[in-house]
């Protein structure tokens, strides 16, 4: 087989670069491949299943949510409530993560409560959200800070004290002060790492939309995911999940292009 391979020009091998053209064959081949397994087994019996449509349906179920039901406005309510929660997450957590990988003494006093919070499900605190922010907006983009914004500030951190000590160590012999190696030193050498540990927490704050939505909600990709349950449409129940991967897809590539954007260097050395 591996010789096979070899013979098309594809090595086989650990950490072997794959050519870009080959990524996008290999991802278009792995989204063929699943998407031909679950069409053959929802018609294994030869007439679908209302509890487990096949893609033709749940395309179908797609057409009708956004042509004849409005649910545009629900993906927009959803998109909204990502984007304002995870803009909070990140401006909490980039400078508490900053400073505590920064400065170990930073870092002693806020550990025990950042790794204390980490391990507290999100959910746990709907209650407590419910009763302090009701039903409305607020609660649901509290809970999407607090699923997030403490794995940020552990990232973050962590990404911060991969700068290498030779970088902190020649600015203080240059004179610099500790503002100014701070803001022209650490900060810039850890953004690549900041972006993309932003990118990885954008789709665990995606994980928690739904849950978000269940709850006290009249609009959103979940709050139609519950109505559906209620009349039991598994087709638009699939369809939600379908636009929720998509949605998350495309804000990963966005991270990735504003990654590639913003420091061409790293292309430059082939990273």
């Given amino acids: 087989m591996w010789q096979l391979l070899a013979s098309v020009g594809i090595r086989f091998d650990f950490k072997q670069p794959v050519a870009p053209g080959l990524k996008v064959i290999?991802?278009?081949?792995?989204?063929?491949?699943?998407?031909?397994?679950?069409?053959?087994?929802?018609a294994g019996k030869g007439t679908p299943s209302p509890l487990f449509p096949g893609p033709l349906q749940v395309l179908e179920a797609l057409r009708e949510l956004f042509f004849e039901r409005g649910f545009i406005s629900d993906v927009w309510s959803s998109?909204?409530?990502?984007?304002?929660?995870?803009?909070?997450?990140?401006?909490?957590?980039?400078?508490?993560?900053?400073?505590?990988?920064?400065?170990?003494?930073?870092?002693?006093f806020f550990n025990p409560l950042v790794s204390a919070f980490r391990y507290l499900p999100a959910p746990a605190f709907i209650p407590l959200l419910l009763m302090w922010l009701g039903t409305g907006d607020e609660q649901k983009i509290a809970l999407l800070v607090i699923g997030v914004v403490w794995f940020l500030i552990t990232l973050i951190s962590d990404v911060v004290r991969q700068v290498p000590t030779?970088?902190?160590?020649?600015?203080?012999?240059?004179?610099?002060p500790r503002r100014v190696i701070l803001w022209t030193v650490i900060l810039p050498a850890?953004?690549?790492?900041?972006?993309?540990?932003?990118?990885?927490?954008?789709?665990?704050?995606?994980?928690?939309?739904?849950?978000?939505?269940?709850?006290?909600?009249?609009?959103?990709?979940?709050?139609?995911?519950?109505?559906?349950?209620?009349?039991?449409?598994?087709?638009d129940?699939?369809?939600?999940?379908?636009?929720?991967?998509?949605?998350?897809?495309?804000?990963?590539?966005?991270?990735?292009?504003?990654?590639?954007?913003?420091?061409?260097?790293?292309?430059?050395?082939?990273?």
Avoid: N
Avoid at 26 to 42: C, E, P, R, S
């Fill in 166 to 176: 030779d970088f902190i160590e020649t600015s203080k012999t240059l004179g610099a």
């Fill in 79 to 108: 998109l909204r409530r990502i984007g304002i929660s995870f803009g909070i997450a990140v401006a909490i957590a980039l400078p508490i993560g900053v400073l505590m990988g920064a400065f170990p003494l930073v870092a002693a």
């Fill in 190 to 235: 850890s953004m690549p790492g900041i972006i993309d540990t932003c990118r990885q927490m954008l789709a665990v704050s995606w994980t928690y939309l739904v849950i978000a939505e269940i709850v006290a909600a009249t609009d959103g990709i979940g709050a139609m995911m519950m109505r559906a349950r209620r009349f039991v449409h598994v087709d």
């Fill in 26 to 42: 290999l991802g278009v081949a792995a989204w063929v491949t699943f998407i031909t397994i679950w069409h053959l087994a929802a």
């Fill in 237 to 271: 129940i699939m369809a939600g999940i379908v636009v929720i991967g998509a949605l998350g897809l495309l804000c990963d590539l966005a991270f990735r292009g504003l990654h590639w954007l913003m420091f061409p260097y790293l292309r430059q050395r082939g990273r």
